[in-house]
């Protein structure tokens, strides 16, 4: 890429990875082109799901450098975000729809030296971040309903970081776009020209004969 081309990041989910080689797992990737690990966190509440905690986190980040970005797919998690400091994440998304005091659990979240990210489902319209786009540095869309891997992007999607886009740069924020679910490299070119800057993708890499070859034909799609 030129020097001057948007900022694009690969972020692996273990959500899609072998629990039964994690180490093995973490230790490809540390060798790969990604630069995230992305981490979704369920509670069974929120979404249809459970997930990972803790141990869980505290043990890759002990087996990796690279950025820890967790997606907190929870109710209140305003009570957990110095666990998740404290866990070694690096940059920590919470819902806008389970967050009726958003500004202060951003602000929070910078407080605790992480990135802020806000994350918005499907049906969420982008233009109800307008008034905290200033107060995040990732903003997280949703391209399918979130709980399960391996779903299929959902094609309004495009239309919605096009608009997301747009209010970033009306409101002078700095916020990456980060876009999850259903990528993989038969779309990551739509979804960079969107405008996403970090693409989430689980099966198109776990799922792969050549997991670090699909990151590499993600980012140069």
């Known amino acids: 890429m030129r020097q001057d081309a948007p900022l694009r990041r690969i972020a692996p989910s273990l959500l899609s990875a072998d629990f039964g080689h994690l180490a093995r797992e973490v230790a490809m ?33 002990a087996l990796t450098r690279k ?10 998690p305003e009570r957990y975000l ?11 998304t919470v819902h806008y729809e389970v967050c009726p005091h958003l500004h202060r659990v951003l602000q929070q979240i910078r407080q605790l030296g ?37 779903q299929s992007y959902i094609p309004n999607s495009t239309e919605r970081i096009r608009r997301l886009a747009t209010l970033i740069a009306e409101a002078g924020s700095s ?8 990528i993989g490299e038969q779309n990551a ?12 993708a689980g099966s198109a890499v776990f799922g792969s004969p050549n997991p670090a070859q699909a990151i590499e034909a993600m980012l140069r799609a």
């Open 29 to 61: 990737l540390e060798d790969s082109a990604a630069e995230w690990i992305h981490l979704d966190v369920m509670d069974g509440v929120f979404v249809p799901n459970i997930s990972f905690g803790f141990p869980v986190i505290r043990a890759v980040r």
């Open 82 to 92: 110095s666990q998740f400091a404290d866990a070694g994440v690096n940059c920590l």
């Open 114 to 150: 992480m990135l802020a990210g806000v994350a918005i489902n499907p049906h969420t319209p982008p233009e109800l971040l307008r008034d905290v786009l200033l107060d995040a540095d990732l903003v997280l869309l949703m391209s399918v309903n979130p709980g399960f891997g391996g």
């Open 189 to 200: 070119a739509t979804v960079w020209a969107a405008g996403a800057n970090v693409l989430v």
């Open 67 to 76: 950025v820890l970005d967790a997606h907190l797919m929870i109710v209140h």
């Open 175 to 182: 916020a990456l776009i980060e876009v999850d679910g259903g």
